[in-house]
């Protein structure tokens, strides 16, 4: 299974941007879809994560801002970001596990301007 991560870019404070991360294949015993992300110098940290019952999980740090989404049949995760902050600042990654293994998107950047 490939990841393709989309949507990073440049987006003022304030603003909003849309993350998706579309895998190339069906993915079959899909368990959780997640988005982390990298700040330079910092440790890779999990953003956001969805269950296949919809539950979700969030960061303390974005809780409020970002939601994460899925289209099983696109087979995509999003992660919608408001009010972003210089902060959020970093490489994003998405990441699904499978009864099969794990896999990593290759990432895309986001940099918010203050």
């Known amino acids: 299974v490939q990841l393709q991560a989309s949507g990073g870019g440049l987006v003022q404070a304030g603003g909003s941007l849309r993350l998706s991360c579309e895998a190339s294949?069906?993915?079959?015993?899909?368990?959780?879809m997640r988005w982390y992300r990298q700040a330079p110098g910092n440790e890779r940290e999990r953003v956001a994560s969805?269950?296949?019952?919809?539950?979700?999980n969030y960061a303390d740090s974005v809780k409020g801002r970002f939601s994460i989404s899925r289209d099983r049949a696109k087979k995509t995760v999003y992660l919608q970001m408001n009010s972003v902050e210089p902060r959020d600042t970093a490489i994003y990654y998405c990441?699904?596990?499978?009864?099969?293994?794990?896999?990593w998107g290759q990432g895309t950047l986001v940099t918010v301007s203050s």
């Open positions: 969805i269950l296949m019952n919809g539950e979700t």
């Open positions: 990441n699904i596990d499978t009864v099969f293994g794990t896999y």
């Open positions: 294949t069906r993915i079959i015993g899909l368990k959780v």
